[in-house]
């Protein structure tokens, strides 16, 4: 498929073979077949492994197993968190647990699991089959340690890294690596290939954080204060905590003990990240990040794929 074919069409081609990987077994599997490949999302990730796959110079056609196989793992992650999370809404729209029960919605995401992977064994490539297992299991690995530490004021950044690692990264490591596996390059190009999806992959959780404390509901979609409601120790506070004092340590995990905040706790978290010039930090943290990623990208000759790529950068950072 030529990168002059729109974005739309790429994923329009994704979903066509989500629907061929999916099986319908059972009718209760038929109906969220159609909820989860119709209930949205933007195809992040068999995007990102699509452009790199035109990056690297792979011309093939696996390209869109592998991809939908990704979004896949994806899709099967949601379902549990949102089990795990008691969620009732996603999108703004029922999840298959409100709308189908919580143990239909994790053996649901099982299913797809085996579907996703039965797909991939298919393709008779060990290595991806490597990479896509070690995934599955930094998923379940850094689901049990977020488990363990959530609402835990002793959590540390290093804790935090390793869960979104497995939550998120880990996935965009394999994303962007199998492009370089499909195009048989050598093992240290995929090596950098991986720390690229994996780096991208912090990044776009890191910056999912920040929604929380710094965008307005309108432009993220995000409920503003959400995780902070929760009680959940997101990268800003954490951050926040790195910067205080031992009083302004004790102020923030008195906040986040409580059972409900109120409209002043709101005012004071926030207060507390703007006086720290918490935003800014993060702002230029994010910004080296960028820097890596466009020197990243330098190395490769230019092409559509590489100026799209280098635009969602842009956006995302």
């Known amino acids: 498929m030529p990168i002059s074919l729109s974005l739309s069409k790429i994923i329009s081609r994704v979903d066509k073979n989500l629907y061929s990987i999916i099986g319908e077994d059972l009718s209760v599997l038929k109906k969220i077949k159609s909820f989860v490949i119709e209930s949205g999302g933007k195809r992040i990730r068999p995007l990102t492994h699509y452009l790199f796959c035109e990056l690297v110079g792979y011309k093939g056609k696996d390209w869109v197993d592998v991809g939908a196989v990704a979004e896949l793992i994806h899709a099967a992650s949601l379902l549990h968190d949102d089990v795990v999370d008691h969620a009732l809404v996603r999108r703004g729209k029922p999840t298959v647990g409100a709308k189908f029960g919580n143990k239909t919605a994790i053996l649901a995401g099982d299913f797809l ?34 488990m363990e530490w959530e609402k835990n004021p002793k959590i540390t950044l290093k804790i935090y890294d390793s869960i979104i690692y497995g939550k998120t990264a880990s996935l965009f490591g394999a994303c962007t690596e199998s492009a370089g596996v499909l195009a048989k390059r050598s093992e240290k190009e995929n090596i950098l290939l991986s720390d690229f999806g994996v780096r991208l992959g912090k990044l776009f959780q890191k910056k999912d954080d920040c929604l929380d404390y710094f965008t307005n509901t309108k432009d993220s979609g995000k409920e503003f204060l959400k995780d902070f409601k929760n009680g959940l120790f997101t990268y800003p506070v954490l951050v926040l905590r790195e910067k205080a004092n031992g009083k302004e340590k004790k102020e923030i995990h008195s906040l986040f003990a409580k059972e409900e905040r109120t409209s002043a706790d709101d005012e004071k978290i926030l207060s507390m990240l703007s006086d720290k010039q918490i935003k800014r930090i993060l702002d230029d943290e994010f910004e080296k990040e960028k820097s890596y990623f466009l020197k990243f990208l330098s190395g490769y000759s230019n092409s559509e794929a590489k100026s799209l790529l280098i635009a969602q950068i842009e956006k995302l950072a």
């Open 113 to 146: 699991l085996a579907c996703g992977i039965q797909r991939l064994n298919s393709l008779e490539n060990p290595r991806l089959m490597t990479l896509f297992s070690a995934v599955l299991r930094d998923l379940s690995v850094s689901e049990l340690i977020q």
